[in-house]
T-cell receptor, first 112, second 111 residues
C-alpha cells in the first residue's frame, strides 16, 4: 500500500497563475478530503467527497478554488488565479468508512 | 461546530522524561485520532481511538468519550518525538465526514 499520494510536493508559482494539486487515494478508501494548513488558521477542511460526490464544500474560501473527483482513484484541487495568501500546505486525506483517516505528504504551495 | 482544545500549547522536555497531552472536545464524537506532525511536515497517524485505551510502544492513549476528553502519554521521550501533536475528532451519524483539528501541542525534546 503506497498510501495517499500527492503531487507535486512543492509548487512555486507567480500570482495570477493557475495551480493544480493532485491526489491519488488509497485503493478502497471511499472518502477523500482536502485540507489546508497555515500558521494562522491551523488545519482547516476545504472540501470532501464520498464515493466521488462532493459532500461539503463550505470550507472552500472563494470561487477561485475548485475541486473535482472524476473517479475513485484521482482528485484535483485547482486555484485560478492564485494569490500570495493562498500560500500554505495542502493535504489530501482518505478514509474507509468507520476507520481512521490517512494523510498524504502534502503539497507546499508558495505564490509569489 | 465542535470545539477541540489541546493543552499544553507548548512543551519542552529533556530526553527520557514522560509527558501527558490533553484533548478536550465540546460534543459527542464517533472518531478521534492523534497525529504527529514531524519536522518534515508529514502527518503521521498515531492512534484511532474514539474510546478506550491503546498502547503502541512508548506511546499510549486513552479516550473517555462520556467526559469528552482524550489523553496521549509519551514515556521515555526521545528527540525524534519532537514535533506537533494534533488531536482530531469527527461528529455526526455517518462513518465519513470531516475531522476537526485542535490547534496542536508543540513538543520539543532536548538531548
Amino acid at each position: 500500500d503506497a498510501g495517499v499520494i500527492q503531487s507535486p510536493r512543492h509548487e512555486v508559482t507567480e500570482m495570477g497563475q493557475e495551480v493544480t494539486l493532485r491526489c491519488k487515494p488509497i485503493s478502497g478508501h471511499n472518502s477523500l478530503f482536502w485540507y489546508r494548513q497555515t500558521m494562522m488558521r491551523g488545519l482547516e477542511l476545504l472540501i470532501y467527497f464520498n464515493n466521488n460526490v462532493p459532500i461539503d464544500d463550505s470550507g472552500m474560501p472563494e470561487d477561485r478554488f475548485s475541486a473535482k473527483m472524476p473517479n475513485a482513484s484521482f482528485s484535483t484541487l485547482k486555484i485560478q488565479p492564485s494569490e500570495p495568501r493562498d500560500s500554505a500546505v495542502y493535504f489530501c486525506a482518505t478514509n474507509r468508512g468507520g476507520l481512521g483517516y490517512t494523510f498524504g505528504s502534502g503539497t507546499r504551495l508558495t505564490v509569489v | 461546530g465542535i470545539q477541540v482544545e489541546q493543552s499544553p500549547p507548548d512543551l519542552i522536555l529533556q530526553e527520557g522524561a514522560n509527558s501527558t497531552l490533553r484533548c478536550n472536545f465540546s460534543d459527542s464524537v464517533n472518531n478521534l485520532q492523534w497525529f504527529h506532525q514531524n519536522p518534515w511536515g508529514q502527518l503521521i497517524n498515531l492512534f484511532y481511538i474514539p474510546s478506550g485505551t491503546k498502547q503502541n510502544g512508548r506511546l499510549s492513549a486513552t479516550t473517555v468519550a462520556t467526559e469528552r476528553y482524550s489523553l496521549l502519554y509519551i514515556s521515555s521521550s526521545q528527540t525524534t518525538d519532537s514535533g506537533v501533536y494534533f488531536c482530531a475528532v469527527r461528529t455526526g451519524g455517518t462513518s465519513y465526514g470531516k475531522l476537526t483539528f485542535g490547534q496542536g501541542t508543540i513538543l520539543t525534546v532536548h538531548p
